[in-house]
C-alpha cells in the first residue's frame, strides 16, 4: 500500500479512541482467551495446508517475509533449523500476508491449534477466528547446556529458531503461566535469560522469572535497545552474521 | 478521470474485501481501529462501527450499512464531495491503474 495524502475536509482527530475506552474493548476481546476451540484441528490443518508455501523468489512473498526474517539469517540458518522454520510459515495469497502456525506440546507431538496472519504496522498479529492459542507457550529446549532465552511473540520465535537458540516463547504480554510445574523442570540448573522488550513485557515476565529462580541456576532480565521498543527481530537488523548476534546476546 | 466507474469500484472492492484490508484503509486515514474490530465513523465516546470479515461495516449507532471502502469514506466521512475524488484517492492508496478517459 502507498503512502497518500490524507483527504482536505477529514479531522482524524475526531476519529481518535481515547486508552481507557481502547482497554475496555481489548479486555472484552481478552476475556475469551481462556477457552477451547471452537474449530476442529482437521479443519484447521486442512485451511493451514491450503495456504501458499513461502519463497524469497516471489516478490509478492518476498515483500512480506523481509518483514519477518532477514534473507541472510533464513540462508545462514541450519538446515534442520530452516525445514522447521519453513514449516511452521505459510504465505495467504488472498490478503497478501504472511501466515504462522501456532502449536501445543511443541516439545513431542507438535499439534496445529490456530494460526496467525501478519499485520502492518507493527500491530499485533491476527489470529484465526473461534480459536484461542493464546495460552499456550511454545518450548523448545535441544541441548543440556545452552542459555535458554524467554522472548514474546511468533515473529522473534521464527528469528530465534533460525538463529539456533533454546527457548521458551509465551504468547502474548497479559499471559499467566498456568502449569508452572512443567516449566520449571525444562529450565532446571540452566541460564534463564529472559528478552524485554517494554513495560508490558516486565509486568509479565517479572513474576515468571520469580517461578524459575527456584530452579534454574541464574536467571536475568536483559533490555535489548537502550531506547524505545526493541525485541529481538528488530535487534538482529544490526547484524549480518549468525554468530555476530550469538555474541552480542552472550554479551 | 475515470474511463469505467463500475471496474473501478469493482476493483477497489476487491482490494479491500475483508478486514484486513479495509483495516490498512482505516490505518492510513490514522483512525484508531480496536482489536474487536470496532472503530468510530461519527463524533462519539464509544465506537460502534464494527468491521464484517467481507469488508463491510455496519454503525450500530445509526444503523447505517456501508458496503465497502468507497462509501464509508463518502457517505460516512463525508471526506470528499464527490464520488470520483474518492475513487480516485483510494485507487492511489491502492495502487490501482486508472485508465484515461479517451
Not at chain 1, 42 to 47: A, G, P, S
Not at chain 2, 50 to 59: A, E, I, M, P, Q
Request: some cysteine; hydrophobic content about 35%.
Amino acid at each position: 500500500m502507498s503512502v497518500v495524502a490524507p483527504p482536505p475536509n477529514f479531522d482524524a482527530s475526531l476519529y481518535k479512541i481515547d486508552g481507557a475506552t481502547m482497554n475496555r474493548f481489548n479486555s472484552m476481546r481478552q476475556s475469551n482467551s481462556d477457552e477451547e476451540n471452537d474449530v476442529a484441528f482437521n479443519v484447521l490443518d486442512k485451511e493451514f495446508d491450503n495456504f501458499d508455501r513461502i519463497d524469497f523468489q516471489n516478490p509478492r512473498h518476498k515483500d512480506e517475509l523481509d518483514g519477518v526474517f532477514p534473507i541472510w539469517l533464513y540462508n545462514q540458518a541450519n538446515p534442520l533449523d530452516r525445514d522447521l522454520a519453513y514449516s511452521m510459515s505459510r504465505f495467504d495469497n488472498r490478503h497478501g500476508r504472511f501466515v504462522t502456525g501456532c502449536y501445543e506440546n511443541s516439545q513431542f507431538e507438535f499439534k496445529l491449534i490456530s494460526y496467525k496472519h501478519r499485520r502492518l504496522y507493527g500491530q499485533k498479529w491476527r489470529t484465526r477466528a473461534g480459536t484461542h492459542p493464546n495460552n499456550t507457550p511454545f518450548i523448545r529446549i535441544f541441548t543440556d547446556d545452552m542459555t535458554i532465552f524467554v522472548i514474546e511473540g511468533h515473529r522473534d520465535l521464527l528469528n530465534s529458531l533460525l538463529l539456533g537458540l533454546d527457548v521458551i516463547m509465551i504468547p502474548f504480554a497479559g499471559y499467566k503461566n498456568s502449569e508452572p510445574l512443567e516449566m520449571i523442570e525444562e529450565v532446571r540448573d540452566r541460564n534463564v535469560v529472559f528478552l524485554i522488550e517494554d513495560d508490558k513485557a516486565y509486568k509479565c515476565m517479572k513474576p515468571l522469572a520469580g517461578e524459575f529462580a527456584s530452579s534454574a541456576k541464574s536467571v536475568l532480565l536483559k533490555e535489548l535497545g537502550s531506547a524505545g521498543k526493541t525485541d529481538l527481530s528488530d535487534y538482529i537488523q544490526q547484524f549480518s552474521t549468525i554468530q555476530e548476534v550469538l555474541d552480542g546476546l552472550s554479551s | 478521470m475515470f474511463s469505467d466507474f463500475k471496474m473501478i469500484r469493482l476493483k477497489i472492492q476487491e482490494r479491500t474485501s475483508s478486514k484486513e484490508g479495509l483495516r490498512d484503509v482505516l490505518h492510513s486515514l490514522d483512525v484508531d481501529v480496536t482489536e474487536s474490530d470496532y472503530f468510530k465513523v461519527r463524533d462519539e465516546r464509544s465506537p460502534s462501527c464494527k468491521l464484517n470479515v467481507d469488508g463491510s461495516c455496519y454503525d450500530y449507532g445509526t444503523g447505517t450499512y456501508y458496503q465497502d471502502a468507497v462509501s464509508l469514506l463518502f457517505d460516512g466521512y463525508k471526506a470528499f464531495n464527490s464520488l470520483p475524488a474518492t475513487m480516485q484517492w483510494l485507487c492511489e492508496l491502492l495502487n490501482i491503474q486508472q485508465e484515461a478517459k479517451q
